[in-house]
């Protein structure tokens, strides 16, 4: 599933959240690959609607407390909508 984060950090800023639970990227099995790869065929999807896809967004999944994890159900977040940095800090 798809939708905008409550918090956004840039003019087009939504989720992409898979139904079953796995709590983190790191906890990814062989089995989650049809999973990842229709969540990231969605976020382009989504990215598209949301009229980012020629301008160019960024797909990022936070791993972990380090990797700046704050909820224990691996998602995907999509921003775009304005220049990205890098480092993203």
Not at 76 to 88: C, D, E
């Amino acid at each position: 599933m798809a939708f905008k984060d409550t918090n956004p950090q840039a003019p087009v800023h939504f989720l992409v959240i898979p139904r079953r639970h796995i709590s983190s990227l790191a906890e990814v099995g062989a089995e989650d690959e049809m999973l990842l790869g229709h969540a990231v065929y969605i976020a382009g999807r989504v990215a598209g609607e949301q009229g980012i896809s020629d301008s160019g967004f960024r797909l990022v999944a936070n791993c972990r407390r380090q990797g700046g994890q704050t909820v224990p159900h691996l998602h995907f977040h999509v921003v775009g909508g304005r220049q990205m940095m890098w480092p993203p800090g």
